[in-house]
């Protein structure tokens, strides 16, 4: 029996995670509906806001689901031909999918390194900076009043960082308004060469270690910019690309396994159109 069977022999009511009119959707059957789709990723299954989007999602589709059965629409001529065509073609994917599935001991660890060693070279890491911010918000679009009052923070901004033995964690703690990398000092994080807004990266090459950028207009306002440390482009680790290997060979085999499948099945069952009837269709 499962847990949810057990829980119902001793009385207990599986959990209301929502409810939209007279239907409720249960803890369990979302978990069960997330487990059902391709592609589901644990990120989904662990993000309490991607959760409650999917139960809305859920709820709102068995609402809409409710009053199709209520005036009966499963049952007009054109909606039965579009079940079985979908039936099908979820039962001919499926049936697919089992035969193109890799063996569980694929890839091996030898298989591993033998594809790293052969790719390394092309799975280059991007050219990569360490970066903290100070960020004074002023749109391009705000009022001058607005601007105004702006550009006298990030001249005082300027004054604190010119001082002599100047924190710049500190103040972007107390000054920075981008709350989030304010409340670490500022501090952004590893960034790709081409994860960096083209204005900013310009100025990169120029600033050495620890230092600080003059203040860089964006449309969203200016950012003064300390580089923290610089990671040159390189190619990556085993462990770096282990696990994304790992998926690309199972991926590549399954491709693989199906092209192999359907050819076989090609081959005891000859594919024939008639080009005669196909041009009449096309007319």
């Keep these: 029996l499962s847990l949810t069977a057990v829980s119902h022999l001793y009385g207990e009511a599986p959990a209301v995670l929502g409810r939209i009119g007279d239907i409720e959707v249960t803890t369990e059957q ?11 990723s644990t990120n989904t299954a662990n993000n309490p806001q991607a959760l409650g989007q999917y139960a809305r999602a859920l709820l709102l ?42 063996d569980a001991s694929y890839p091996s ?18 050219k990569s900076y360490e970066l903290a911010q100070i960020f004074i918000e002023s749109p391009e679009s705000a009022d001058p009043a607005a601007q105004a009052k702006a550009k006298s923070k990030l001249e005082e901004v300027r004054k604190q960082l010119a001082a002599k033995d100047a924190d710049f964690s500190n ?18 994080g590893w960034l790709a060469e081409n994860q960096i807004q083209p ?68 081959k005891k069952h000859p594919l024939a159109i008639n080009e005669i009837e196909l041009m009449k269709l096309a007319k």
Aim: zero cysteines; aromatic letters at 4%; glycine letters at 4%.
């Design 30 to 40: 979302l978990r069960e509906s997330i487990a059902g789709i391709e592609g589901a």
């Design 61 to 102: 589709q068995r609402l809409v689901l409710q009053q199709a059965r209520e005036q009966k629409w499963d049952q007009e001529p054109a909606v039965i031909a579009r079940m079985v065509r979908a039936r099908e073609a979820v039962l001919s994917e499926s049936y697919l999918e089992s035969k193109s599935k890799p």
């Design 109 to 126: 660890e030898q298989e591993i390194k033998e594809a790293y060693e052969a790719n390394k070279s092309k799975l280059l890491i991007p």
């Design 171 to 188: 103040i972007a703690r107390t000054s920075s308004d981008e709350k989030s990398s304010a409340e670490n000092g500022g501090k952004i």
């Design 199 to 266: 204005e900013i990266r310009s100025k990169l090459p120029d600033l050495k270690l620890k230092a600080v950028s003059e203040p860089i207009r964006l449309d969203d306002g200016w950012h003064i910019i300390k580089l923290l440390d610089v990671r040159e482009a390189r190619p990556p680790t085993l462990d770096e690309i282990r696990d994304n290997l790992f998926a690309s060979l199972r991926e590549e085999k399954s491709r693989e396994l199906r092209q192999n499948y359907i050819a076989e099945l090609l």
